[in-house]
């Protein structure tokens, strides 16, 4: 019984999806783009002068240096965005993922941040700044237990909107409040070891 059920179901489903597919193909959208529509992700980047991807932090970002937020630039936003949030966190810390950056409401028209951002609650530009996990607004750079190799992950997101929230919220926060509104997701990964 059991058997049959599963091959009923495995022809229903396989009719389904040449049905969804011939719609698609009459409406002149392809499978591949249907799914994949509204995803300019493909092309949305993010890269830093200071460190390529996989490459080491420089000391000057972190807190055996100046500790000064890394320049970033970004190129070729998805269509539609009101504005972009950044956060930067290392999963390698032994207490779990370690929060060092949580700044959300840079405007649409920002190409980028440049090198050591003020850690003001707010920005002239209007951005503003969460508080990461040495409980301080703004950047704190990379700080490992000695010996240990972390990674630290820059991810910017292409939103569909002005988030209404005040400085000094955590990273928890900002996602949650970002839930069905990103259009293109970029990501920049540096390590550090002490």
């Known amino acids: 019984m059991r058997t049959r059920s599963f091959r009923y179901f495995g022809r229903m489903g396989g009719t389904m999806l040449c049905c969804l597919a011939l719609a698609w193909i009459l409406h002149g959208v392809s499978p591949v783009a249907a799914i994949t529509q509204g995803d300019s992700t493909m092309n949305f980047q993010i890269s830093s002068t200071a460190f390529k991807q996989g490459e080491y932090i420089p000391k000057k970002h972190t807190g055996e240096g100046p500790d000064l937020s890394p320049a970033l630039q970004w190129a070729n936003p998805p269509a539609g965005v009101k504005s972009f949030a950044l956060i930067c966190d290392?999963?390698?810390?032994?207490?779990?993922?370690?929060?060092?950056?949580?700044?959300?409401?840079?405007?649409?028209?920002?190409?980028?941040?440049?090198?050591?951002?003020?850690?003001?609650?707010?920005?002239?530009?209007?951005?503003?700044?969460?508080?990461?996990?040495?409980?301080?607004?703004?950047?704190?750079?990379?700080?490992?237990?000695?010996?240990?190799?972390?990674?630290?992950?820059?991810?910017?997101?292409?939103?569909?909107?002005?988030?209404?929230?005040?400085?000094?919220?955590?990273?928890?926060?900002?996602?949650?409040?970002?839930?069905?509104?990103?259009?293109?997701?970029?990501?920049?990964?540096?390590?550090?070891?002490?």
């Open 90 to 194: 290392d999963p390698d810390a032994p207490v779990g993922t370690w929060v060092h950056w949580v700044i959300f409401n840079i405007p649409a028209s920002a190409a980028g941040l440049p090198e050591g951002v003020p850690t003001n609650k707010e920005l002239k530009d209007g951005a503003r700044q969460g508080t990461n996990d040495f409980r301080k607004i703004g950047y704190g750079g990379p700080m490992p237990p000695r010996g240990s190799d972390h990674r630290y992950f820059f991810k910017l997101y292409a939103l569909d909107l002005t988030l209404a929230m005040n400085s000094g919220v955590k990273k928890a926060d900002v996602l949650k409040a970002m839930e069905n509104h990103i259009l293109g997701q970029a990501e920049l990964m540096g390590r550090y070891k002490r």
